[in-house]
């Protein structure tokens, strides 16, 4: 029982959502327990909405980083408070300044994700600065400190609590990484099923806007990591996280590899259980990574029962058995698919021993861990000089960033108009609601509001219940504490129930300072305004169709993946190594793969007369995922057993290869300027569209007399094809 107990409290205790619900519940419950020692009651909301604001600037960082962090949160916090008490005696004016905040803290958050979280909760200390004010100068005089006092109690907080907890954030997304690469493995299994006839592409699709969800949680981790690498040689612990990870990066490489198509694999061993073998390994790795997860979240150390090493040596047996009935029956109809299939094996067994090394660091001999490249790729702005050109490069039309700062803007002005026109003394919930729900895509944003509204209809009855059944100020305040955790802890994963919980807190809150009388009917409206106005802007306002952004998406992947098939050439001329370029070359392919399918997903969610062919892109969305297998293929296998030299035939494949990916990309680029991201009819797209069918014909593949060559020809099949959905792209876009 002890053990179990343990356990639980383990995997708790390194949950993102439950430490940061611990965060917001240790400073509401201080705020709290001070405000009932010196008898405030006015006071109290403005501290706790300071609180609030400070933890909605919070991301995963090392306690140095947070410290920076919080300072320039408390930097725009100040400014912003500043604003309000210049302005809020004359509401237009605040309406201006509040407009122009929007517009300013939206591109920066164009920056990373740190600066984005800065941006919304200076925004939302903006609209709750001007709320504690209630149109007074003096209101807002006083609130000013109050609320600023808060933000910095819980920026203490948080300081203090990624000090001493350094760790629980990089286990935390190390696990969700590791049970994502299960659930690709499962899914990739489900591919190698020897049965004629199978609906294959509706599988690689899944597969496809799987990796997007991968590919998410390895950029998670690896942002995760960075934070915590200071100068010196890292602690003990972030070594073997940084170890976890690159292995995460190789079993992503490798489970991602195709070797052959699918189909020709399952006709030419229709009659031997080879391919089941093969499936089974796949199958069970996919379940070792699950109980890896399960044991870096729980600091235990994995069972293993020995299945995947069987499955393993059943499926070289299976493989040594064809490879001798291909001995005695030569046939050259099946050289081809045998070599694809033993090519197979070897990349399942050096899988496996991976996953056998995964969690430790490597001790086996002395000094092996200080060989390997540990150092990651930090996207963050490193001056100001750099941060300027990264907002400068979004002042363009096409900008999503541009584009959701302009609505934003509006969206905030419209609403304040509407709470001006009604005179609605809550009338800043509707700005709130705004600020809450509108996000960059159009799918997102019709997402987000109904949560938003069903969270609130729930919260507003949880909350009077609350009010009915426990009448006394002390359990009230005790819900109120346990409804700030819980918003934080659910903000990222479940926000409906954060919503409902947030919800309930501001009804205790104004309850326990008796001003609930008519809260819940105007609650309720003023979040139906905010959710209407955020929907038509999202509509009419600059909207971010993704149909509009794909010709640069692809473009995007196939320039990425050509930079990936140039490294993995230089690799088969000197050597594997997994140094930095490397490994930023693979993970660009990766996370432009990832960009297609998160934005082919939001795109189904869009309206259908703006959806722009959903089927031509789905189709170059499985392929160039398709394509990039096959690449991934070629960098698993760099030093394996498959690994030959290139010869003058295949050298001069894989250039034409190159030159290929890379033009299609440059004409992608062309035509998507050409478009300046309108609609133009379809009488006038043959014009970029011949210039497609132009740049050059099927890139030359050598006779497919070694593995590598045979897995250059793959790519060179799949090529034409993506042209082809490429110049229908342009047609209809």
Known sequence: MDTTWKLSWQRASNHEGFTRGARAFLALAVVLAYGWWADWQT??????????????????????????????????????????????????????????????????GALSERYRAIAFGSLVLFIYEALAAHTSRDAAVVATPLMLGGAAWYGVVSVLWNAVMPRAPVRYRL???????????????????????????????????????VVDALNAAKESLISRMGRGTPPQWLQTAMHQYLAAQDVHERVSSSHEHYDLLAQSFFHSDVLYRCQRVLTQLGEQALKFSVAIQQQTEPVHSGVTSRAIEDMEAALAHQEEIEREHPSAAQARPLRSLRALGHNLTALARVFAGALALPVDEPGAS??????????????LRDA??????????????????????????????VMQATADPHGYWILLTIVFVSQPQYAATQTRLMQRAKGTAIGLALGWAVIQLFPGDFIQAALLVLGGAVFFGARHTRYVLATAAVTTL????????????????TRLLDTAVGCCIAAAAAWLVLPHWQSRQWPQLAAQALQTQAIYLREILAQYQSGKRDHLAYRVARRNAHNADAALSNSYSAMLKEPLRVRGGAEVVGNFLRLSHTQLNYLSALGAQRGGAAAQPMDEATQASAQALLQSLQDLSDELERAQREMGGRRRPVAQAPAVAEVLRQFGQTPPVAPAQSWMANQLQLVGKVFPQLREQARQMVERG
Request: hydrophobic share 50%; proline share 3%; glycine share 6%.
């Open 370 to 383: 200080a060989a390997v490249d540990y150092s990651l790729f930090d996207r963050e702005p490193r001056t």
């Open 506 to 521: 501001l009804l205790l809150s104004f309850h326990q300072m008796g001003m609930s009388q008519g809260v819940i009917l």
């Open 43 to 108: 006071e109290l909301m403005p501290v706790l909405l300071g609180v609030i604001a400070s933890a909605l600037t919070e991301t995963d960082d090392s306690w140095r980083g947070r410290l920076r962090a919080q300072l320039l949160a408390m930097g725009c916090f100040t400014l912003v408070a500043l604003a309000v008490c210049a302005t809020v005696s004359w509401p237009w004016v605040l309406m201006g300044v509040m407009a122009l905040s929007a517009f300013t803290f939206t591109m920066l």
């Open 175 to 213: 696990a969700k990484l590791y049970a994502m690469l299960g659930e690709y493995l499962r899914l990739k299994a489900l591919l190698l099923e020897p049965v004629r006839d199978e609906d294959l592409e509706r599988r690689r699709m899944a597969l496809a806007l799987h990796n997007g969800r």
């Open 388 to 417: 300027w050109g990264r907002i400068r490069a979004q002042c363009r039309a096409q900008s999503p960033w541009l584009r959701h700062s302009v609505r934003l803007s509006l969206s905030l002005v419209l609403g304040f108009a």
